[in-house]
């Protein structure tokens, strides 16, 4: 079992930015691949990014790329989003996953593990 805990959420202006955590503890960090998601209000849950579990490879859904950055500290066993130029199509709450294999995914079904999110609110 993986346990994930997200932190860093709260209610931004657009055009600010804001850093998500995501503490993992339970099996060893580094054996998983890790990524974000995000549900908006009456949405399904949709990729933001995902990282290796070296942290060599990441991948960005279109509308995030170059506005967001993942990372992870293997020291700390925590993943991070950085967010800068937030929309308020941005809005929405954030879960990281974490998830076991070879390849990079996309797809929520795929995730093995979940955090409960953590709400981002973006004003205009």
């Known amino acids: 079992q993986v346990q994930l805990v997200e932190s860093g959420g709260g209610w931004v202006q657009a055009g600010d930015s804001l850093k998500l955590s995501c503490a993992a503890s339970?099996?060893?960090?580094?054996?998983?691949?890790m990524g974000w998601f995000r549900q908006a209000s009456g949405k399904e849950r949709q990729f933001v990014v995902t990282i290796s579990r070296t942290g060599d490879g990441t991948y960005y859904a279109d509308s995030v790329k170059g506005r967001f950055t993942i990372s992870r500290d293997f020291a700390r066993n925590t993943l991070y989003l950085e967010m800068n130029s937030l929309k308020p199509e941005d809005t929405a709450v954030y879960y990281c996953?974490?998830?076991?294999?070879?390849?990079?995914?996309?797809?929520?079904?795929?995730?093995?593990?979940w955090g409960k999110g953590t709400l981002v609110t973006v004003s205009s």
């Open positions: 996953a974490a998830y076991s294999g070879v390849l990079l995914r996309t797809i929520p079904a795929r995730m093995d593990y």
């Open positions: 339970g099996r060893t960090f580094s054996n998983y691949n």
